[in-house]
Structures are given as C-alpha cells and as structure tokens.
C-alpha cells in the first residue's frame, strides 16, 4: 500500500520573527500597540519606518492577523539578506511548490518608506494570495517577509498606492480620501449620498464629485471654486442625473435634519477636533440620518500615543451600531489616522 504524504504548504511555514513597515515618526505608537495587543513579543530590530520583534512562540501566516494601526504592513519576517537577490530567493524558497510568487519591493526613500511600483499596472491581488515583501533599508541589508492579503490591507507594495494629487485639488484632504478608498478597497455610487464636516476648502469634495457621488459639506469657510462649479443652492434642489454638492455654511453643532434632507449614507469629517469631538457629532448626525452605513473619519491627534484610545473610539462606533471597525494610519498621514467604520 502506498501512502500519499501531505505537501507543504505556505500557510504552515512559522517565524519567530516579524516585522512592521510604518510611517517614520510612529515607530513608538507602534511597539505600544504590539505590546496592548502581543505583550510576549520584544523589539528585536529598529530602522526608520521598520521595526521588528521576536515572537514568544513561532508565528504562522495564518495566525498573522494583529490588527496594528501603526503598521502599513506586517509580515512573518524571512530575516536580513545581504542583497536584494538573495531576500528574492528567501522568499521564493519558502513558498509551497508551484506557487505563484507575487513580491512587493519597498525602500527607505527620501525620509519615508515608500513602495516601488512594478512596470505593469498595479493589480489588486485576491484575497488569501501570499504575497513576498523585500524591504531594502541600506546598500547591504534587505529584510524578506510574508503575509497574506486580506480584507483591509493595502494592495500596494509597503502600503503605498503612490497615487499622485491632481493640481486642481484645494487640499491634500483629496489625497487622504483617495489613499482611503484603494486601501480599504471602497466602492461608492451614485445612488450614496456623503455628508462630509470640515469640508472647505474642498479636497474631499472634489474627490467624490469626481467619482460620481453627491456631498453636503458642513464648513462656514469658504469653498474652492472647482466645487462651487458643481454647487446647489439648497438641498431640495438636488439633480438626480448628475453629481452635486450643497454647502451648509454652519457649524456642524448648527447642522440639523433639515440641512441633510433624505438619503444620507456615509457621513466623513476631516475637522481640525479632537476624536472625542468628531465621535459625538458623528453619533448626533447617525441619528439625523439613520441610513448611514458607513463612517470615514480623518482623527487629527496632537500626540501619536493617543493611539491606545482606540478602543473607546471603537467602542462609541459599536454604541451607534457599526459592526465592522478599522483604523489605519495611511501612506500620506502625519499626526493623523483614517477610522473607518461600516454597518
């Protein structure tokens, strides 16, 4: 009798090691979720935007699914290789026979971490690909590591969609939503309507309007004229074939039911407040309008370390009946995070 033995697999190989890519600067909010979330892990290496720790127990890449604010991406660490080369054939040599390899490439660039993009169009691998990572951070030191792609996780090599901000934008708040959208993989319509706080002068605006999707902004400021172009006078002169955009020129304490009319389904802010502030008035405008399903907050902190918050901002987004919660820190944050939120 012949006995077939089980083939290795990828989703078996275990690491005592993994490794962190993060925007420079939150490499501290990082070790402090690492240690809120896995207090067995130890820092074992550290780089700008790179930041490694040895495990209690072996990690599989099946096992590997820490939720890390901080972490644009997290991989089962495949160790350091003196050439770009070599961490290749780390990563090649630890995927199951006939395993298709999809690797990403990332550096330390220019004081950030960046993605390299490939010659061919980026592509959004299926979920439960295995993808390689080779992070160069030096002529002689590059790190390979594994991960599974997943639900809300980048496509991008190092988290970075390397999406570039038109010049007719009015704010970098375009860019935020935009980085947003492609690494939570968001899909909008015609038939949502978003209510956006502290819209002006109009980044966000503009990015929805081109994507289709009506807005009420809520800003006294002034807006840019590229939204204005798409501006309605009030709220119950709303087209039905074409994108629009009605400003309430009021404080969002002062924006009532009336200002929202019907069909409201994402409520965003990017208000210079703190996460207290914007959770309360979010809170108050699901209750102007019930059908919101999804939340997109852009948290401005004056300290990364308010991080270990989360879990009372995740928790007053429960309270309003959201069930499906992430925060991430995105490619083109500073002091801020996205809070996404949906029903």
């Known amino acids: 009798m012949t006995r077939t033995l089980p083939q290795p ?30 207090p067995s892990w130890r820092l074992s290496y550290q780089r700008r935007g ?61 004081r950030k971490m960046q993605g390299v993009p490939d010659a061919a169009p980026a592509c959004r691998p299926e979920f439960g690909r295995i993808i390689g990572t080779v992070v160069e951070l030096g002529p002689a030191e590059f790190w390979a590591g594994l991960h599974r792609h997943a639900p809300f996780l980048s496509p991008d090599p190092a988290g970075d969609s390397g ?27 015609a038939d949502d ?8 002068p109009g980044g966000v605006v503009l990015a929805l309007l081109q ?12 807006m840019a004229e590229i939204v204005l172009s798409s501006a309605i006078p009030e709220r119950r002169a709303a087209p039905i ?25 994402w409520f965003m802010s990017d ?7 914007v959770l309360k008035e979010c809170a108050r405008f699901c209750q102007m309008a019930p059908g919101i399903r999804g939340v997109l907050i852009t948290l401005k902190l004056t300290d990364l370390l308010q991080v ?18 992430r925060l991430q820190q995105l490619s083109v944050h500073h002091k801020e995070f996205a809070l996404l939120a949906l029903k």
């Not at 999406?163 to 319509?189: G, H």
């Not at 955009?245 to 009319?261: E, I, M, N, T, V």
């Not at 270990?308 to 919660?325: C, E, H, P, R």
Request: aromatic share 8%; hydrophobic share 45%; charged share 20%.
């Open 9 to 38: 697999t990828t989703e078996s190989f275990t690491s005592g090691f993994v490794f962190a890519l993060t925007n420079p600067g939150s490499e501290k909010a990082l070790k402090l979720e690492v240690e809120a979330i896995h």
């Open 193 to 200: 309507i978003v209510v956006e706080l502290g819209c002006a």
């Open 50 to 110: 790179f930041v490694s720790f040895k495990t209690a127990e072996p990690v599989s890449i099946a096992a590997l699914r820490v939720p890390l604010a901080c972490a644009r991406r997290l991989c089962l660490s495949l160790a350091k290789a003196p050439t770009r080369d070599e961490a290749v054939r780390r990563i090649e040599g630890s995927l199951a026979p006939h395993a298709a390899s999809l690797i990403h490439h990332a550096l330390f660039h220019q």
């Open 271 to 277: 208000m210079n407040q703190s996460p207290q502030v």
């Open 308 to 325: 270990a918050d989360q879990a009372q901002w995740f928790a007053s987004l429960v309270a309003m009946g959201f069930t499906t919660i």
């Open 211 to 222: 994507r289709g999707v009506p807005v009420i902004g809520v800003d006294p400021a002034k």
């Open 163 to 189: 999406i570039v901000m038109p010049a007719e934008s009015p704010s970098r708040a375009w860019l935020k939503l935009e980085e947003a959208v492609r690494f939570f993989d968001l899909n909008f319509t």
């Open 241 to 265: 074939h074409r994108p629009w955009f009605y400003h309430c020129r009021k404080p969002a304490a002062l924006a009532s039911k009336r200002d929202l009319g019907q069909g409201v389904t």
